[in-house]
């Protein structure tokens, strides 16, 4: 948000000679970001003056509209001639008042001015929209000064547009919507430099009466509890926003439109009530506020035709919806350029709907921020009072006697808050009186609770500390967010200083370093990465039919999903079931922007729901849930394993000068399996790797892998339905395993190295293809006995001499004994063992014997 000086030192008391940098302190201090304080003095440099458009030639045979026109700038280009300025803008008129920048200004962002030939003509200068000053984001024309301008050609410009001002722009964080308003600011500044405030909104203003402004129908009480509206007939159409208003708006970063919405959004900026004016003669019968039946349609102000759902509320008339509630108006009840009866409307909305209807429709309009932070109940009445007294003062016309207020506004409820809480909670000892004087400056009404045998309760301010423990504070109307005890102890907490609040590190206590899980998981994405993988992380949410886009079978149980109760992005609220569709998200941006050989990995977790575990408990922030509200709190919630995935694609070893690549396969996926799981201290020989079929992996091409003949997770090369489906590249290979499946790693002891030769032998098996080939090897390391070190299969041969079905596997063996230099004959009769181990298991023969 964005708010001079001057303005706000119309509700508070700000000192004379307050510097820019204790201002924004004074701001931190309560807890408000600024983003910027800026001096709008010192922006521009040279000469900005005030200028009157006294010719306008329209040049023609350009790409745009362009016009060369004489304007008087009085004598301050030193000469006291007209002054000749080429301009693309079309909205000002010959006689009208502009601000002009001669040559040797210097706009913001170092844009120096000079005198130059352009399209045709000599441009000494430039007339200057607001953006081009930076006092606001509208760059459609040029600045047009109001009539009622006092200053004459060649008077300094700074004064009439505002910049003569200092400029705070505030980031105003979800939980302070009050703060979003010239009001909320004003008040929190009182507290903090402790100076006296003046209320805009203390102003007397007449309730409902009996006959309203306008029939209307509020059917959804929930949805807006509140719904005021006022009548202005009679206004004159061609009235102009006074410049004072219109140079307040633009500073804001508001765009002047017309008199009746100008004032709706000079209101909202000043009391922080969203506001709609509408054209009474395009109003076709009376008003009905309600939910939008699913398929309704409603053209915006902002020109776009949108599709409605039954959450969304609507305001109609015979017609049908002419407003998206809360949210933007309708184009057809809009305020035009003929409207001469104005009906001003001012409601009360439910923060949660405007929320979730702004993100539905991508309408994140000024009012929709204020609503959905909450916006006092207790201003319609008065916002409608100032916005008629604006408008007649302005635009003449009547103002109807009639006044439409239709209240069901609950009133609030008080909260019970502890005195000592606050001093509990933050370690400063405040004073039960230092406790209800913070308290009423927020604006809490603060009684004394009931809360001891024989207390009187109904003891109002400091009178209420003094004979009770417990305070029953009731928040104002403006601050929606106070709700809780502990919301109450941050008021006292920010409004007494936060550089009260001691920094006192705790004692930490004893360590033990890592945990079991911790250090699996270092070490798994360490080993990962030392093979050439990239780790990323993904966003967990993924689309409703990614199910499908995988293959997976109606059955499987990653079909189910948990979907997010309000999700970032329609497209995806559903939870992830598996790593793999993220991953594979990832893998195909980085193809796309040209990245070909790709190998990454992700260890998170993935959600599993548990049917039928119904709701979770209510749990309030008074206290420590307990171990029974804990356990069924934990039983809804959805399980949530973690798991590691390896996505390839592309070359595993680079094509260069020294021969050609290896492309990674389904292999490289298995090897990237058993990799983790020896990264996670399981020993290879309980580790097994057999044939399998699984979504979303190719039949023929899909490994398990298992640990103590538990399957623990699959690798292989994705099928090619998956491939083109979801746009990857040919072969695209994966692997996927579940960390918390595994066994605890065993204590391994240090190996026995010795010092004595090894005997190698190579042996060549011919077996049966649907063989694997790790069973083989585990045939003959049981085979050969201890003499056997090591064994590793380098080589698969197939060919029509071996036979149909029928595949030659060759293995390295590697004997060594401990103690002494092994005979030859001992080598091979170890080997003959293995031989034999495998042929009695699998018919397996000696290639070539």
């Known amino acids: 948000m964005r708010v001079s000086v001057s303005w706000l030192r119309e509700h508070v008391d700000l000192p004379a000679d307050l510097p820019a940098g204790d201002l924004e302190q004074a701001l931190v201090d309560l807890g408000i970001e600024v983003d910027s304080v800026v001096d709008l003095r010192e922006t521009v440099t040279g000469p900005l003056v005030v200028g009157e458009v006294l010719e306008i030639e329209e040049l023609t045979g350009f790409k745009k509209p362009i016009r060369f026109c004489r304007v008087d700038v009085g004598a301050a280009n030193g000469t006291g001639e007209p002054q000749e300025i080429v301009c693309g803008a079309r909205n000002f008129a010959q006689g009208d008042r502009v601000v002009v920048i001669l040559p040797g200004g210097v706009l913001p962002g170092d844009f120096h001015i000079g005198a130059r030939k352009t399209y045709g003509r000599n441009s000494n200068g430039m007339i200057c929209s607001a953006k081009e000053l930076g006092l606001g984001d509208d760059h459609s024309g040029i600045i047009v000064l109001p009539e009622d301008t006092q200053a004459k050609p060649g008077d300094d410009a700074r004064p009439v547009v505002g910049l003569d001002d200092v400029l705070v722009e505030l980031e105003i964080t979800p939980d302070r919507g009050y703060a979003l308003s010239v009001r909320g600011i004003a008040r929190e500044l009182s507290h903090a430099l402790g100076v006296p405030f003046r209320d805009p909104a203390d102003i007397p203003a007449p309730g409902g009466t009996a006959e309203p402004a306008y029939p209307v129908d509020v059917r959804d009480t929930v949805g807006c509890d509140r719904f005021a509206a006022r009548m202005v007939r009679g206004v004159d159409p061609t009235a102009q926003t006074p410049g004072w208003m219109a ?117 994140f309009s000024e009012a929709a921020k204020r609503w959905e932070r909450g916006v006092d109940p207790a201003l319609p009445l008065v916002a409608l009072e100032k916005a008629v007294r604006l408008l007649t003062e302005h635009a003449g016309g009547t103002v109807g006697p009639e006044i439409l207020d239709l209240d069901h506004v609950r009133p609030r409820t008080p909260v019970a808050l502890p005195v000592d809480l606050p001093s509990r909670r933050v370690g400063v000892a405040y004073r039960p009186e230092r406790v209800v004087e913070l308290l009423e400056q927020v604006g809490c009404a603060v009684t004394r609770g009931a809360d001891r045998l024989g207390d009187d309760p109904g003891e109002t301010g400091v009178a209420a500390v003094a004979g009770g423990d417990v305070l029953s504070v009731t928040p104002p109307t403006w601050r929606p967010d106070l709700t809780d005890p502990a919301d109450l102890v941050e ?76 999700p970032l992005s329609e497209e995806e609220p559903l939870l992830r079931t598996t790593l793999l569709g993220p991953l594979l998200g990832i893998l195909k941006r980085n193809v796309g922007r040209g990245q070909r050989d790709v190998a990454i990995y992700e260890i998170g977790v993935v959600f599993h729901p548990r049917p039928g575990a119904g709701a979770p408990p209510a749990m309030g922030v008074d206290r420590r849930p307990t171990d029974e509200e804990f356990a069924r709190a934990d039983a809804v919630v959805p399980d949530q394993p973690r798991h590691v995935a390896v996505v390839l694609t592309g070359e595993m070893e680079p094509t260069g000068w020294w021969g050609a690549g290896r492309a990674a396969g389904w292999a490289d996926a298995v090897e990237a399996g058993r990799t983790v799981l020896a990264a996670a201290g399981i020993p290879a020989d309980r580790v097994t790797v057999r044939a399998a079929e699984r979504a979303p992996w190719h039949p023929g091409r899909c490994a398990e ?36 499946a595994l066994p605890e790693a065993p204590v391994v002891s240090g190996p026995a190295v010795s010092t004595f030769p090894p005997a190698l032998i190579d042996v060549a098996l011919v077996v049966d293809e649907s063989v694997p080939a790790a069973e083989v090897e585990r045939a003959l390391a049981e085979g050969a006995g201890p003499l056997l070190e090591d064994v590793r299969l380098f080589d698969v041969y197939a060919s029509e001499q071996l036979g149909a079905g029928r595949r030659s596997l060759a293995y390295k063996l590697t004997f060594r004994a401990p103690d002494r230099t092994l005979a030859g004959e001992e080598a091979v009769a170890a080997r003959d063992a293995a031989v034999a181990e495998a042929a009695r298991r699998f018919g397996a023969t000696l290639r070539g014997a």
């Open 247 to 363: 140079r307040r708006l633009s500073v804001a970063g508001v765009r002047s439109i017309s008199l009746p919405v100008d004032i709706t959004n000079y209101l909202m900026l000043e009391l922080g009530q969203p506001m709609h004016a509408f054209d009474a003669d395009r109003v076709s019968g009376p008003l009905v506020v309600r939910r939008a039946e699913p398929g309704e349609k409603l053209t915006t102000l902002d020109g776009v035709t949108r599709t409605l759902v039954a959450e969304d509320m609507v305001i109609c008339d015979d017609t049908g919806p002419i407003s998206l509630a809360a949210v933007m108006g309708g184009e057809t009840s809009e305020v035009v350029a003929s409207t001469t009866d104005v009906l001003f409307e001012a409601a009360h909305w439910d923060p949660a709907m405007v929320g979730r209807t702004a993100r539905r429709h991508k309408l």
């Open 491 to 566: 008021e006292v907490v920010r409004l007494d200083g936060y550089d009260r609040v001691p920094s006192v590190l705790p004692t930490a206590p004893p360590g033990r370093g890592l945990t079991a899980s911790q250090q699996r998981r270092r070490a798994v994405a360490r080993s990962l990465a030392e093979r050439g993988h990239v780790e990323v992380l993904a966003h967990p949410f993924v689309a409703a039919d990614l199910a499908d886009h995988l293959g997976l079978p109606a059955d499987d149980p990653r079909r189910p999903a948990v979907r997010v109760a309000n």
């Open 705 to 740: 892998l298992l640990v103590d003949g538990t399957v623990v997770g699959y690798a292989g090369e994705l099928h090619p339905t998956v491939v083109a489906t979801l746009e990857l590249p040919r072969r695209t290979s994966a692997m996927e395993l579940n960390l918390d």
